[in-house]
């Protein structure tokens, strides 16, 4: 890994003003409390030059991205945990938990939180948290498209206005948030755009408000979007972050297909006996091949239809069957992860259909 030097603003990162150990939480100062939690992406990584911006390596601790902050000692304390530092393709259930049991154990003590990710499944982990924490603070999800040490990096300027987002009662009762690109965005919503570019987090329905100049603006009042579920894990949160393996396999198995021409139903048959459910990235609006629809209805489990680019699957456009569902608006990721709660609640065909009709019009 080649080693980047850390500018510290903060001589002392230890003992620096607004970045304290939890421990050390003043509880009465009347600056809003914020614990970052550090789970990598690029936001946390370093490449071999400052050209560098592929081929980077996640290379920073969520205390030394902290150490290269403007001083925020005005405007709120800083306390972090780092749940783990990966590029966000090795997130997983686990590691989703852990941030879950992480925030799940704080609510009470901390007035925001930021949760630094990387940018490829930010927007699952956004989603996941918004449909299972009972939260009216700010949850702030942020990462980069340019790694820490490149020229004209997002990094640190997204970490910051993060900090401030996350610091304002504004930002209260909105949900998920995700900040990068001085947009705010809603997590629940947000999905990548693209790869490479910093403008990625681009939405259909909207930013909820942009950061300019540290001064933030909202366009709407507050609120959540409409018709979230709220789907309680029946987990320990106070020990799922010490014991081993103690957070895998909880929610069940969903995988997505990809279809595409000459999609048929060897792969359909093949996965299908090992996971709870399916969700099928369809082509267009909603379309497969009438040979696997046929055989999709047979099968005793939910089978959601998504599309793979932009736009909804209208319910007319898909078999009339129990298990066949629209996921409406949904990405196939976001369907998956709702469909995996949705089995995890013991819902019944009828009701995750529902459940996808009213969270995006499924
Ligand atoms: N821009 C990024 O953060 C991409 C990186 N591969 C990640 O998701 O961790």
Do not use: W
Not at 84 to 91: I, Q, R, T, Y
């Amino acid at each position: 890994m080649v080693a980047m030097e850390v500018h510290t603003i903060c001589d002392d990162v230890e003992n620096c003003q607004f970045i304290v150990k939890p421990e050390d939480v003043n509880l009465s100062s009347t600056l809003p409390k914020i614990k970052v939690i550090g789970c990598g992406g690029t936001i946390a990584s370093v490449g071999a030059n400052s050209s560098t911006t592929a081929g980077y390596k996640i290379g920073l601790t969520i205390q030394e991205l902290l150490a290269q902050l403007p001083d925020l000692s005005e405007v709120c304390q800083i306390d972090y945990e780092q749940v783990c530092n990966l590029d966000s393709k090795e997130m997983n259930e686990e590691y989703l938990m852990k941030v879950y049991a992480c925030i799940s154990r704080n609510l009470q003590k901390y007035d925001g939180f930021v949760i630094t990710h990387g940018t490829d499944t930010i927007t699952e982990s956004s989603f996941f948290l918004e449909l299972t924490l009972d939260f009216s603070c700010p949850i702030v999800l942020t990462g980069s498209m340019k790694p820490a040490s490149a020229l004209s990096s997002d990094s640190m300027m997204n970490l910051y206005s993060s900090f401030i987002v996350a610091s304002s009662p504004a930002s209260k009762n909105r949900g998920t948030l995700i900040v990068m690109n001085d947009q705010i965005t809603s997590g629940f919503y947000a999905n990548k755009t693209n790869a490479n570019s910093i403008d990625s987090f681009n939405v259909r329905q909207g930013y909820l408000g942009n950061f300019v100049n540290n001064e933030l603006h909202y366009y709407y009042p507050n609120n959540k979007p409409i018709g979230i579920p709220n789907f309680r894990l029946n987990v320990d949160i106070t020990s799922l972050d010490k014991k081993d393996n103690v957070y895998e396999n909880i929610l069940p198995n969903v995988v997505i297909l990809y279809a595409h021409q000459g999609f048929n139903c060897d792969l359909v048959k093949l996965v299908e006996p090992h996971y709870s459910g399916i969700v099928i990235a369809t082509m267009g609006a909603g379309s497969l091949p009438d040979s696997v629809n046929d055989y999709l209805k047979t099968l005793n489990k939910p089978i959601i239809y998504s599309k793979h680019m932009d736009g909804m699957v209208p319910k007319v456009n898909i078999p009339v069957s129990d298990n066949c569902i629209s996921a409406g608006y949904l990405t196939p990721e976001k369907a998956r992860i709702l469909l995996q709660l949705g089995i995890y609640s013991k819902k019944s065909h009828s009701e995750i259909r529902k459940t996808f009709h009213g969270v995006y019009g499924g």
